[in-house]
């Protein structure tokens, strides 16, 4: 193998020892910082390709996505004194990778600032508002008051915090039957007043239907009178009428009702001979 041919080899090796060691792909989705020896440099947050200086310049790399912190769950305690267990999780992300490589270093490193940051803020919020208000549709402000408070405070760590999110809130199971108990116990109250408020309905209902029906009873009644009375006034006059016509022959009529109310085969009656009750049976005779 000549001379020519080895040097071109060793030019090659030359080329590709330089590449791999001076060279480095920042992709969309990271950002970095050059450390000189344990000292950052400099930030990388364009995607492309860099140059370093070999072996006394690393590069370390940054996620730019949002990242998710599930907290485990803990007890707090609500203003009425009541504990409640709490599992809350939280997005974030790097914002400031020197800051960030300066204080917290690593991920593992900010789970565990964000963890005191975020149940640091819970607590404190949450220790301002009855279980009620927790877990009604206030929550959404508190959380949000959490997030604004929370990201204050990590941002001199290199961190925004986007969102805090409470995904279960649950009462210790100690406490659990007390509070059922409290809620049957309100739900029973709340039974008993609108119990109440429906018999007092009903009662006034019942009432006012009663008096319409005196009312429409008394109306019928009185009707019913004036009726009576015209029927009774027609009566007579038309007796009045007939018995002006022919005397003799009303007496007649009313004297056969007399007998037909009066006698029947079981009765019997005493009377003087004289007695106008008999007039028609004598002049018959």
């Known amino acids: 193998m000549d001379r020519r041919l080895l040097g071109l080899i060793a030019a090659a090796a030359t080329i590709a020892l330089v590449w791999t060691t001076a060279a480095y792909r920042l992709p969309q989705w990271q ?14 947050a364009d995607p492309g390709l860099y140059w370093k200086i070999p072996i006394i310049q690393t590069v370390t790399y940054f996620d730019k996505r949002l990242l998710d912190y599930n907290a485990a769950p803990r007890e707090l305690l ?11 999780y939280s997005r974030w992300r790097i914002s400031d990778p020197l800051q960030y490589y300066r204080t917290v270093h690593n991920e593992a490193g900010a789970r565990s ?5 975020i149940y ?3 607590r404190e919020n949450l220790g301002r508002h009855t279980l009620r208000e927790i877990v009604s549709d206030r929550r959404s402000d508190l959380l949000e008051t959490v997030t604004q408070q929370s990201s204050e405070k990590a941002r ?27 809620m049957r116990t309100e739900r029973e109250r709340q ?25 429409l009873m008394a109306e019928a009644r009185k009707q019913a009178e004036i009726t009576r009375g015209q029927g009774d006034a027609e ?16 007496s007649l009529v009313r004297s056969l ?5 009066a006698l029947d085969e079981d009765t019997t009656v005493l009377l003087s001979p004289d007695s106008g009750f008999f007039r028609y049976l004598k002049d018959v005779d």
């Open 31 to 44: 950002q970095a910082i050059v450390v000189q020896l344990g000292e950052p440099v400099r930030t990388v």
């Open 156 to 182: 001199e760590y290199g961190i925004e915090i986007i969102d805090v999110r409470i995904r279960r809130a649950d009462l210790p199971a100690k406490n659990e039957q007390n509070v059922f108990n409290r």
């Open 235 to 250: 009566a007579v006059k038309i007796f009045a009428d007939a018995y002006g016509r022919d005397p003799e022959l009303y």
């Open 257 to 261: 009702e007399a007998y037909r109310n």
């Open 78 to 88: 609500t203003k009425d004194k009541q504990q409640l267990v709490v599992d809350n």
């Open 120 to 122: 640091s803020d819970l």
């Open 191 to 215: 039974a008993k007043k609108f119990r109440a408020e429906g018999d007092e309905e009903a009662r006034k209902i019942r009432s006012q239907s009663d008096k319409e029906v005196q009312i």
């Open 113 to 117: 600032r964000l963890d005191d940051i």
